[in-house]
């Protein structure tokens, strides 16, 4: 399927490309690392002033009333910048939860705070893939635990998976975080994405869906998977470009490294997985745009392929750089970071690959059987 760009796409492209590049501080971003709970407040104001929290909402609640491709070409350059926050995509999952599944008061309600900027969402929801234990839905407040949850430390409002105790089944919740929520701060290799292990006291809590709630948890899943496939993808972008323009300007033996076949053949190959990811996120932002029937399945594969290409471009642009990409001072250890945490955060690979196999296996099966 052929997809190219229009004049608004590129205007959007220009507009963060100027924004995010004013505003990177890779020192900013090192700083962040080694304090746990703390996230680019710079980088978020930006988001906020720019319109990017509200390019999906509604215009009737105070967003601009665009799509998912507007999202996803604005969080791709986000991701070339390392931008030190979750919240693109975190929130993004609230919204898609309310606009499908919410009633509309609850859209009056915190869609507008969304749109905004004021009110971050957070997502949790890789039980759909991979179970466990559940938090429980009691007399409207949920009991038990979650984590560690991106976004979890700064969120106002949370979507999961819950056990109604009322009738022994499973729903999808949206979660109000506020005095009945205890977090607690989890340090990780990528402190800027705001993890907390969450525990909750009676958080008030709304039901968004009752009936298949782990397939609303699941269509909510490969949602956010593809903004986070399109981050990934502007990881493995800044990678090949500082990869690229290294092994032009480092010589060796008297001329540049990249005239070496086996830095030729590196470079090559962070290309081959880069355009391989690019294809597949193109092809489910359509679906997602299109809410087309299998958008779990592109998701699927945007989101394998993806994780594929930022961690090998992060990879083998260090290898590429030598002794110099495996020190703090370098800015190649803040896109491998990345790409670890994004990586992680929706979920493992394998049940991925389940899912994705599954489906191409029915589509086949479909195939034959007419």
Known sequence: MAFLLDDDHRQIVQEAERRLGDGFSPDRLRALLERTGAYDEVFWTGCREMGWTAITVAEEHGGLGLGPIELCLTVQVAGRFAAGAPFLSTSFGVSEAL???????????????????????????????????????????????????????????????????ANGSDVLVLVELGERTRRAAVQTFDNSRGYADLSFDGAPATVLAAADPAGAALDLLARVAVVVAFEQLGVAEACLERARAFANERQAFGQPIGKFQAVKHRIAEIYVANELARGNALRAVLALRDDADDLVLRAGAARLSAIEASELAAREAIQTHGAIGVTWEHDLHLFYRRGRALALELGATGPWEDIVAERVLALAAKEVAA
Do not use: F, K, N, W
């Not at 859209?107 to 507008?112: C, I, S």
């Not at 039980?127 to 466990?132: D, I, Q």
């Not at 938090?135 to 949920?142: A, H, I, S």
């Open 99 to 165: 606009r499908r599944y919410g009633g509309s008061l609850a859209r009056v309600t915190h869609l507008p705070g969304l749109a905004a900027g004021e009110t971050i969402g957070a997502v949790h929801l890789s039980a759909a893939l991979e179970g466990g234990e559940l938090p429980v839905l009691r007399d409207g407040g949920l009991h038990g635990a979650l984590g560690p949850v991106a976004a979890g430390l700064q969120a106002g409002l949370l979507v999961t998976l819950a056990r109604d105790v």
